[in-house]
């Protein structure tokens, strides 16, 4: 049986792969004589999953029917989810404890009709019992980690970067951290269209094989390097920027270069450098937007992209 591991690694729970300043359409409801109220004492969501932290609701306590892991177990389980913040309406709750089940190896538990029992229906957030119905499954161990599609780095290499091995119990976590390892082999190397599809095959003996699919792209090279900023402050910049051109480009870069920078104004972030992708010619050019109303914005590079990789998308 193959299934994709999307559910399994959750990464939506600490981050999307951009993590990234995206955003999602809200509905706002209006209740008519129910005014919300501060949760009394100081509410520390742990962690905070919401959307919005002007609502959503507290998880104080968990009843899992149907489970028959230990007390111990069950203890670790509850402690993922007890404590934490979640927004009241979606399906993360229901993931979350799938996750946690998953890293005792039930990668096949089933989790079913989650319900939320307010305490106070006022309180920001909400305190709520959540109580479910869970389906184990058999306990499965992980079995081979193969790739297909590798080039730059061999199976050897990808293969270290998960801390589990067979026969181990699964553990979706772990799986989790050796994706995350994957991601961090290619970025320095200018793999900066990176692309892996890891795909579960269970067993019949209890043994869960996991293949992962790589799709790597190009090598990219570091680019032009335009700023935008006063020509002072410009030069310093300038003279900051490590990366040359024709280097291969490090995808963690943009970021050591804000945090070592001494030119940058205080309010200079990540979200202020633009990498743009000449795929053609496996190059990116890097703008430093120091001042958003330079007029040489007006004719900066744009985006040029590869064919296979626009067909594949």
Known sequence: MLRSLAVLSLFAIVGSPAASGQT???????????????????VTCSPDHRTDPKAGVLVSDVILEGTTVGSGELSTIKSQI?????????DLIEEVIHAAFSDLGFAQASVENVTLKAGDALAVPKPVTVKADITEGPRFRIGSISFIGNHAFSEAKLRATFPIKKPDLFQRSKIATGLNGIRKLYGPEGYYDLVFVPDVIFSSTGTVDLRITL????QYHMGDLKIY???????????????????IFDANYPQTFID??????????????????????SSIAVLLIVDQTDPGLQTSPKEVRCKKTDERE
């Open 24 to 42: 999602s359409d809200s509905i706002s409801v209006t209740r008519s004589a129910q005014i919300p109220r501060a949760h009394p004492g100081a």
């Open 229 to 247: 900023a006063k020509k002072e402050v410009a030069d310093h910049l300038a003279g900051e920027w490590h990366l040359r051109e024709g280097a």
């Open 215 to 218: 799709f790597e792209g190009p």
């Open 260 to 281: 070592e920078s001494r030119s940058l104004p205080s309010e200079f972030g990540r979200q202020n450098i633009v990498l743009v992708r000449n795929c053609p010619e």
């Open 82 to 90: 007890e404590g934490a913040c979640f927004d009241e309406q979606g």
